[in-house]
C-alpha cells in the first residue's frame, strides 16, 4: 500500500507539529495538559489537514497509551466493542486512546455506546470533527469532554513542512530534489492552511518532474498546475460554507465593496451561484431597502442575468449589483418593522380587525350599530384620513421608524405635513 506523505512524516514531537500556536505553544493550556500526562476526554474542531490527528498520535504516545482510530463515517458500535475488548490484554495494558475522526457521522445509539467507557476512565476518547461540535456532538458526549479549535495553518508555518517533505522525498528516493523558493510558497500560500495538501502537493510535483542525470528540478509550472486550486476551503454543508456567505453579506452591508467582491468570487470559484445570488437579493432588501428602494428590481435583473448566461459570464452581472448595494445606503428599517409587528403576532397580542376593516356585507338583526364606517382615503385632501387599522389591543403601537437616510427622512417629511404633526 502507498502511503501518503503527509502520513509518513508525522511529527514525532510537539515542536515539529506546525501550526496551533494558541493551543500547543509553551505555557498554553493545552500544551500543560499534554505535558502532565492527564489527558482528559478532547473534541479537536477544526478544518481537515491542520494537525488533529497528529497531534492525538502526539499525546498517545506521550502518555504511553495504545492509539486506536476509528473514522465515523465507516465505524460500527461493533468496531467500539472490539477496542473495549482489548482493555484487559496486554494491548491495552496502560489504556487505550481511542482517536474517533468526524464523529458528526456517529449517531446518538453509536456515541452512546462510548459514554460508559469514557466515563469510567477505560478509554480516553479524542474526537475530531470539521464542523461545529456544539451542533453536531450530542450533549452527553459534549458535558464530558473539553472543546478545543483548530486553525487554518498559516503559510509560514506550512513553508517550514514544504521544505520537510522535499527532505524526506530526497531521503527515500536517494535523488537530488531541487525544490526553489518559489515552489515552496506558492505550494504553502495555496493550500487553503491544509499542510496535509501542501505535502501531497509536494509529492505530486516531484512525481510529475523527470529525472536528469539523477537530479529532479520542480518547476512553478508543474506547481502551478497542480495547486492551482487547493487554497479553496468550500464545503456546501459544512462551516466554511456559512462562514463564506456571512461574510459575504456583511461585508455588503459594512459596505466594503473589495471584501464583498472576495468572498463573491470564492462562492464563484466553488461554483456556488445560487448562494451568491440569494444573499445579494436578501441584502438589497434587508440593508438597503427603503433607503434606496429601487435597487431591489435592479438586483433582481442582475440576478436574473446571471442565472440566464450561467459560469463564468455571471459574475459580471453579480459584480455589478454587489458594488451597487456596497455603495449604496443602507436602511434596514423595513426588516426591523416587520420584525416588530411579528415578535406581536408570536406573543398573541393580535385581537380582532377593526369593524370598519372587516369585509362585511350584513348587519344582524342583533347589531345595535349597524354599518361598517369606513372611511375612504381617496375621498379625502391627500388621499389621508385619520381612522383606527390596528386591532383594538395594540392600536397605538409604532413598527415602522423612518431611517435617518434621505430617501425615507422625505417620506417622513411629506407625511408630518399632511397628517399635520
Avoid at 502511503?3 to 493545552?30: F, M, N, T, W, Y
Avoid at 477544526?46 to 463515517?73: F, M
Avoid at 475488548?85 to 482517536?99: A, C, D, R, V, W
Avoid at 478545543?148 to 527515500?172: G, I, N, P, Q, T
Wanted: charged share 25%; glycine share 6%; aromatic share 8%.
Amino acid at each position: 500500500m502507498n502511503i501518503p506523505l503527509a502520513d509518513r512524516l508525522r511529527p514525532k514531537s510537539i515542536e515539529d507539529i506546525v501550526g496551533q500556536k494558541h493551543l500547543i505553544a509553551d505555557g498554553k493550556p493545552l500544551r500543560k495538559i499534554i505535558d502532565s500526562g492527564e489527558v482528559p476526554n478532547l473534541i479537536f474542531y477544526g478544518p481537515s489537514g491542520v494537525g488533529k490527528t497528529t497531534l492525538a498520535a502526539y499525546i498517545a504516545s506521550k502518555t504511553n497509551r495504545t492509539l486506536k482510530k476509528l473514522n465515523g463515517t465507516t465505524a460500527s458500535t461493533a468496531d467500539i466493542k472490539q477496542i473495549v475488548s482489548q482493555l484487559n490484554t496486554f494491548s491495552g495494558l496502560n489504556g487505550i486512546l481511542l482517536y474517533l475522526d468526524e464523529i458528526q457521522y456517529f449517531n446518538k445509539k453509536q456515541q452512546q455506546t462510548l459514554l460508559e467507557y469514557i466515563e469510567n476512565g477505560s478509554i480516553t476518547l479524542i474526537a475530531s470533527t470539521t464542523e461545529n461540535p456544539y451542533f453536531y456532538v450530542y450533549n452527553a458526549i459534549l458535558s464530558r469532554c473539553t472543546v478545543f479549535e483548530f486553525k487554518s495553518v498559516e503559510s509560514d508555518e506550512v513553508e517550514k513542512a514544504v521544505y520537510r517533505a522535499v527532505k524526506a522525498l530526497e531521503d527515500e528516493s536517494n535523488i537530488k530534489i531541487d525544490f526553489s523558493s518559489e515552489c515552496a510558497k506558492r505550494i504553502s500560500k495555496g493550500c487553503g492552511g491544509d499542510v496535509r495538501k501542501a505535502m501531497n502537493a509536494v509529492e505530486l510535483s516531484v512525481i510529475a518532474t523527470d529525472e536528469i542525470d539523477g537530479k529532479k528540478t520542480v518547476t512553478l509550472e508543474t506547481v502551478e498546475q497542480l495547486v492551482q486550486k487547493s487554497a479553496l476551503r468550500y464545503d456546501k454543508d459544512g462551516d466554511e460554507h456559512y462562514d463564506i456567505v456571512s461574510a459575504y453579506q456583511k461585508s455588503m452591508r459594512g459596505s466594503d465593496a473589495n471584501a464583498a467582491l472576495h468572498y463573491l468570487a470564492r462562492l464563484l470559484e466553488a461554483g456556488d451561484l445560487p448562494s451568491a445570488c440569494r444573499r445579494l437579493m436578501v441584502c438589497a432588501c434587508e440593508d438597503v431597502g427603503l433607503a434606496y428602494p429601487s435597487i431591489i428590481p435592479i438586483v433582481k435583473s442582475c440576478v436574473d442575468i446571471a442565472q440566464a448566461v450561467g459560469l463564468p459570464e455571471a459574475r459580471i452581472p453579480l459584480s455589478d449589483a454587489v458594488i451597487m448595494v456596497c455603495n449604496a445606503p443602507k436602511s434596514n428599517s423595513g426588516e426591523a418593522a416587520i420584525d416588530r409587528a411579528l415578535a406581536d403576532v408570536r406573543s398573541g397580542k393580535t385581537g380582532p380587525v377593526p369593524r370598519s376593516l372587516q369585509n362585511m356585507h350584513y348587519d344582524g338583526e342583533d347589531n345595535q350599530n349597524k354599518g361598517q364606517f369606513y372611511l375612504y382615503p381617496h375621498n379625502y385632501p391627500n388621499h389621508y384620513v385619520a381612522q383606527q387599522y390596528l386591532p383594538d389591543i395594540i392600536r397605538d403601537r409604532q413598527y415602522y421608524e423612518y431611517g435617518n437616510n434621505k430617501n425615507e427622512q422625505a417620506f417622513k417629511m411629506y407625511w408630518d405635513k399632511v397628517k399635520g404633526k
